[in-house]
């Protein structure tokens, strides 16, 4: 097929079945190659991120097998958990009107639906086993050929469109007018352009420009109007990150943003004062501008494919220089089971002439996981306990799982007194980095 323009899709994916994926990926580069984006913001999903990656793209495209034998029988509520984020995304690029085409194991269809405009093909699993001694090749070339087409035609349309501006609608009643002043100087100081839209607003044309203008919004559920807003972006594919304070009476959560246990109600900025919501939007602030990764090759491709069988939190490891030769275990361990692990003393982990302390700091910012690796000379060092003191204060907040290991007999600060920690005279380092994956795991 030519093309004037190759194509750019957002791609759905289980990150831990790599040869899966390769065998899809290989397939489908036969009959075309496209570049695809992937969501690495590892901290936690951001529906309003999501939304901006699908919505820029040029179709959808999913691969999802299951874990496990190519036999095993799955439960329905296990299957909705284990397809959770993937009916997530889904539903987005169905929102969103966009050229879409899925492969899945065929036990997924219980927890399965979809339009008709979705091009599903399920699969057997044991048929991936047996290379081209099955129908599975031709069935996925002829269907991903007519996504091609649909795809190449959408595009075309989308890119006379205006790109968007960075502008960020606040829909936001004057009875929390301290929420609009707090909200315009977090989104200024991360370089975006605020727009207050009116109160009351009026579904009418203009506010349907006005929405459509911006890059996303910010909906104040506390009223019945900025609820009716909220559905209305929800429906027409503006990404939304809506806020409510303890003052909102009701709630259309469940109607609004469905039943999945994960995305967009989860995401729902809850505050009870104007440092409370300035603290609770910074986040998603620092997410939603993460540049997703690009892969525009082949070889990239496959290289991606093979790293995604890691865990895809972002890990900060914190350690004192005294301590390099325990910490070089650990960065082995941690790095051989994550895609991202930040050691600050690890060659190019800062770039020539940035601002290392800043550099450092927005590391630490990005990171789910902080490994501290505690010791005499780690509490004598200024740095060190810097950083402990802002992990601690993430996991707080809940954003950072804190992992401290005492390195030798020792006398915890005191801002981690409660919490629960690690000594390597009872504990190896595998076992340690073992514990924390099964951690992970069951909270996935």
Known sequence: MESSARLEVFLSHRYHSPAENLYFWELLSSAEDVSFRVDEAVSFTSPVRLERMIRDADGFVGIHPLPGGAREVHLLPRLRDMARYFRLELGMAVRARKPAVVFHDQRLLPALRAPQ????VPYDAQETEAANHSALPGKVESVYRGFLAEAHASASAQRRRSPHQRRVGLVVSPDNRSATSVLTEALEEHSWEPVVLPWPPRL????????RACDWVIVDLDSAQGQLVAAFTHGQFVPTLPIVSP??????????????????RKAIVRWDDPDDLVAAVEPHLRVIDEQPRY???????????RSAAKR???????YASANHDQAATFAQLLNDRFQNVFDFRQH???GVGEDWLNDLMGNLAKSAVGVLLLSKEYLESKYCMLEARELHRYSIE???????????????????????YRNLARHTPQTIVSELLSQLAATA
């Open 117 to 120: 405009s979705v091009r599903l």
């Open 204 to 211: 009418d044309l203009d506010l349907i420009t006005r929405l």
């Open 247 to 264: 003052r909102a009476s009701g709630s259309l959560e469940q109607t609004l943003y469905g039943e999945i246990p994960t995305g967009h």
């Open 295 to 305: 892969i525009g090759s082949t070889a990239q491709a496959l290289e991606y494919f």
């Open 312 to 318: 895809n939190e972002r890990v900060f490891l914190s």
């Open 348 to 350: 190019g982990a800062i």
């Open 398 to 420: 809940g954003d950072v799982r804190l992992v401290p290991v005492c390195l030798e007999r020792m006398e915890l600060p005191d801002f981690l007194q409660r919490t629960q």
